[in-house]
């Protein structure tokens, strides 16, 4: 990760680390990524996270292919939702 976060700073590029939506909670592998985003000031947006999750409309009876994958609708779901954070915050370059 550190030679991912290297590259992205020599080349001037955002960095987002995002987590799509599953079944099983792991709380120390979240803390893990939260820890390692904030020490890089790296946006981390889990869609685990209820704000998210739900911010994107996201329905896991309806969005997931099994426990641990979203289906295509859930993908665009969470893709939207991406892009429209990404525009809102300025990082569009067009």
Same mark, same amino acid.
């Not at 987002?16 to 792991?26: A, D, F, G, H, R």
């Not at 996201?58 to 954070?85: C, L, Q």
């Given at each position: 990760?550190?030679?991912?976060?290297?590259?992205?700073?020599?080349?001037?590029?955002?960095?987002?680390?995002?987590?799509?939506?599953?079944?099983?909670?792991?709380?120390?592998?979240? =803390?893990?990524? +939260?820890? /390692?985003?904030?020490?890089?000031?790296? %946006?981390?947006? #889990?869609? =685990?996270?209820? +704000?998210? /999750?739900?911010?994107?409309?996201?329905? %896991?009876?309806? #969005?997931? =292919?099994?426990?641990?994958?979203?289906?295509?609708?859930?993908?665009?779901?969470?893709?939207?939702?991406?892009?429209?954070?990404?525009?809102?915050?300025?990082?569009?370059?067009?």
């Amino acid at each position: 990760m550190d030679k991912i976060v290297k590259l992205c700073e020599e080349k001037v590029i955002t960095l987002i680390l995002t987590k799509l939506p599953y079944t099983e909670c792991n709380i120390a592998k979240y =803390n893990t990524i +939260s820890d /390692y985003a904030s020490e890089h000031e790296i %946006s981390y947006w #889990d869609f =685990n996270e209820e +704000s998210l /999750y739900y911010g994107c409309g996201f329905v %896991s009876g309806e #969005d997931m =292919n099994d426990d641990w994958h979203t289906n295509i609708w859930g993908a665009k779901k969470v893709s939207t939702y991406i892009a429209a954070r990404l525009c809102d915050e300025g990082h569009n370059r067009y």
